[in-house]
């Protein structure tokens, strides 16, 4: 099983950036999706999650209205849409796949490092 973040990155307060998450060697509709993030020497926030195979959403207070999570079964691939970035935004996110039903199948990425400075 692999997880690929991409898409972080630099942008200034205010910015917007997309998350992927492409996932492989899993059958994608049957996971729980998330996003967490990590700042370091802190453990791994929960920023955001969508359930299998469409939904429902939740969000942290942090992120509540800012972030949008959402998922693309066909290309078993989830998404963070993040919009009006702040400084404290700044982490390494990584994305968490969770078998809905059956306990103990669960996956990292590898993480990929976003920073909102002017």
């Known amino acids: 099983v692999r997880l690929v973040e991409s898409g972080g990155g630099l942008v200034q307060p205010g910015g917007s950036l997309r998350l992927s998450c492409a996932a492989s060697?899993?059958?994608?509709?049957?996971?729980?999706m998330m996003w967490y993030r990590q700042l370091p020497g802190k453990e791994r926030e929960l920023v955001a999650y969508?359930?299998?195979?469409?939904?429902?959403?939740n969000y942290s207070d942090s992120v509540q209205g800012r972030f949008t999570i959402s998922r693309d079964n066909d290309k078993n691939t989830v998404f963070l849409q993040m919009n009006n970035l702040k400084p404290e935004d700044t982490a390494v996110y990584f994305c968490?796949?969770?078998?809905?039903?059956?306990?103990?199948?669960?996956?990292w990425g590898q993480g990929t490092q976003v920073t909102v400075s002017s």
């Open positions: 060697g899993l059958t994608f509709v049957y996971y729980a």
């Open positions: 969508i359930n299998a195979p469409d939904g429902p959403t």
């Open positions: 968490y796949a969770v078998r809905v039903k059956y306990a103990g199948f669960t996956y």
